[in-house]
């Protein structure tokens, strides 16, 4: 059973940072690009980042470009969300998200999702 279990997330204010990370059970991790998505309240899910099964390539929304940065370990199997320069408007319920081979920008092309960490910027 494949399992994507995130951490990290928390209480910050505006300007400061957080590290998400993402633990995948997949035997095959390094097969996998992964991807980070995002929730707010009353919103669609939206894409922020991925990245390629060899860390090679990296993808990322414009609203975070220069401030977020996605990588992996494929030894830990284990994908990172470094955040910087928070702003309230990240505020949102963080997944990630993996699917074999490519990486994609929309919810529906990831086959496993974890169940969310919440990160929360004040103001």
């Known amino acids: 059973q494949v399992q994507l279990v995130e951490s990290g997330g928390g209480l910050v204010q505006a300007g400061g940072s957080l590290r998400l990370s993402c633990a995948a059970s997949?035997?095959?991790?390094?097969?996998?690009?992964m991807g980070w998505f995002r929730q707010a309240p009353g919103k669609e899910r939206e894409f922020v980042a991925t990245i390629s099964w060899s860390g090679g390539t990296t993808y990322y929304t414009d609203s975070v470009k220069g401030r977020f940065t996605i990588s992996r370990d494929n030894a830990k199997n284990t994908v990172y969300l470094q955040m910087n320069s928070l702003k309230p408007e990240d505020t949102a319920v963080y997944y990630c998200a993996a699917r074999e081979k490519f990486i994609a920008t929309l919810p529906l092309e990831y086959d496993y999702w974890g169940q969310g960490t919440q990160v929360t910027v004040s103001s």
């Open positions: 997949l035997r095959t991790f390094s097969r996998y690009a």
